[in-house]
């Protein structure tokens, strides 16, 4: 038997993410922008794929851009914001947690001068609501804060990154990098309160190299992959409709909020069973109390990461050491946590989807 629990890093693509992409290559293959029959039938499915995205999202259809990859989104909605805002501020808030797919692209902004304020974490792996306060100043272009943290599941406090922008009467951007929580969580970007939210389709049984950034209605951002203007001009390049139309299908999946919520429960129960039986077993969960139960991160002292999930793997059970040291390093996640290297070195992420049994 095998029992795949590396859902965070992705997920098995569904039975209908695989034939709507499929039917995407073999029956509707046409090119979206193409101005004959063929080419509106690629256009409808597209519209059609991203009703359905906004729909699930509560939001407009004109809100929602399809993009390559979470990673894509992100760096749209960072550069994207900075490039629309440069002229009314010098200053970017976000947390030291962030994915790589913020973290490299606030580097390069500071690179190019830009005054980029990383809020740390506590041993929750929450920012702390008052550092927002205090951090988000009159001159803040952009507040770049995620939903779920990858590692850890810890659910960052969007909701008083938006009261310090305005408090502060920033011209800030919230964008939130919202890839591990779309789908799990129910929430809708206006309920979050944010201007942008990126989502990616493979960590939701969609194929891998397809997302897509919300972009509240009003909001200017300019984009930084310049060519056909497709997506509006914000994100050129004829769509990858096979890509698209298995992440609609994958959201199709997901149901309603209803179901969300449904899935949230079930993949408690299963979060709690597993702790129960390593019972008797020496470990210490590093994800806190309050995190997405789909995220377990957990160490088991004096057993290298490593070491574990290579002999997981050789009994079927696959989890990912990607918290543990990378290139050498020791996760800044863990670390920013307060967490003893010895834990750091032992731990592992177990990640769950809606669909573990
Ligand atoms: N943001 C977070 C929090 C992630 O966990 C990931 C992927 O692991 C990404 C962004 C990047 O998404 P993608 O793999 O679609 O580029």
Redesign the pocket.
Known sequence: MECYLDN??TTRPSDSAVAASARAMTEVWGNPSALHRIGDEANALLESSRKTAAKFLRAGSSEVYFTG???DS?NLAIFGTVRALRRRGNRIVTTAVE?P?VEEPMKRLEEDGYDVVRLPVDGNGCVDPDDLAKAVTKDTILVSM?LVN?EVGSIMPLSAARTAIRRAKAPALLHC?G??GFGKLPVTPKELGVDLLSA?A?KIHGPKGV?LLYVKSGTRILPYLLGGGQEGGLRSGTEGMPAIAGFAAAIGDLGDFGTVEKNLQRVTGLRDSLLQQLNGIDYTVNSPENALPYILNLSIPGIPSEVLRNSLSEKGVYVSTGSACSKGHRSTVLTQMGIAPERIDSAIRISFSATTT
Do not use: K, L, P
């Open positions: 965070s890093a990859c979470g990673t992100n994915h797919s995620m990858n990098d890839v591990q990616s493979h997302g």
